[in-house]
């Protein structure tokens, strides 16, 4: 004979149900952590914006910080410009971000992985920031902002004076936008590396005056960055590439 349990305790484990589903899961990321080479520091940039796009705690932020300054102190000048721009759309502040944004532009991106960068119009920070968090979001498998970019007349035009650097132009990111629409989707180092040269040169774009950098920040005067701060800026404290059972080392076999 089958008894009925009361509505009530159905409703409560439905309820309880639906609160365990929408809780988020805290992916382990120590295996991948534990398999990067600072002979990739490619592979350090691409995780932390993994993470950083998946992260439900201020210690998975932290993380994904840690891997952009990484990538940007192992390749300053390949990756240094993006890992900048990278930590700024992490920074804890306004002003954080700004000192950030300035220190992406003071990278000059002319040797390196990033590459030559030709001259283009120059653009306002706001624009500059949002195509970064546009083609962000694309490589992490979120593709609202990249589809507005490209849907609007402005955005095209813009990401048109672009189109001989990005492999396959314009086209090619409009196409894969669809195609990996709530999924990550599969771009070689090559592709990633062409974004990467159109959001560091959208920032640098006819060498930026400070006034543009801090187009977000209103008229508040940045504090002066001293080159030779800029490597502890991207990452404070000691360089150590390496994860072994849950903590940061110099050497692998430590």
């Given at each position: ?21 929408a809780m988020p899961v805290e992916v382990d990321w120590e295996p991948r952590l534990e398999g990067l080479d600072p002979r990739r520091p490619m592979a350090y ?210």
């Amino acid at each position: 004979m089958m008894h009925r349990l009361p509505l009530g305790i159905l409703l409560a484990l439905a309820t309880s149900m639906l609160l365990a589903a929408a809780m988020p899961v805290e992916v382990d990321w120590e295996p991948r952590l534990e398999g990067l080479d600072p002979r990739r520091p490619m592979a350090y940039f691409e995780l932390g914006e993994e993470i950083a796009d998946a992260a439900t705690s201020p210690e998975s932020r932290e993380l994904a910080r840690r891997l952009f300054g990484i990538a940007g102190r192992i390749d300053r000048e390949g990756l240094g410009a993006s890992a900048a721009l990278a930590l700024a759309a992490l920074a804890p502040d306004r002003r954080t971000a700004a000192r950030l944004r300035a220190v992406a532009a003071m990278q000059d991106g002319r040797r390196g992985s990033v590459g030559a960068l030709p001259e283009r119009p120059r653009v306002d920070a706001t624009t500059a920031i949002g195509v970064s968090e546009a083609f962000g979001g694309f490589r992490t498998g979120r593709t609202s902002k990249l589809r507005v970019l490209l849907e609007d007349p402005e955005g095209l035009r813009l990401l048109e004076r672009w189109d001989e650097t990005l492999p396959g132009g314009v086209a090619w990111l409009t196409e894969r936008s669809r195609r990996s629409a709530r999924s990550r989707p599969d771009l070689s180092e090559s592709e990633v590396l062409a974004m990467l040269r159109v959001e560091v040169g959208l920032l640098q774009a006819q060498a930026p005056t400070w006034s543009s950098v801090l187009d977000l920040d209103g008229d508040e005067p940045l504090l002066e960055i001293p080159v030779e701060n800029i490597d502890e800026m991207i990452l404070d404290g000691e360089l150590l590439p390496y994860r072994r059972n849950g903590r940061w080392v110099a050497t692998p076999g430590e």
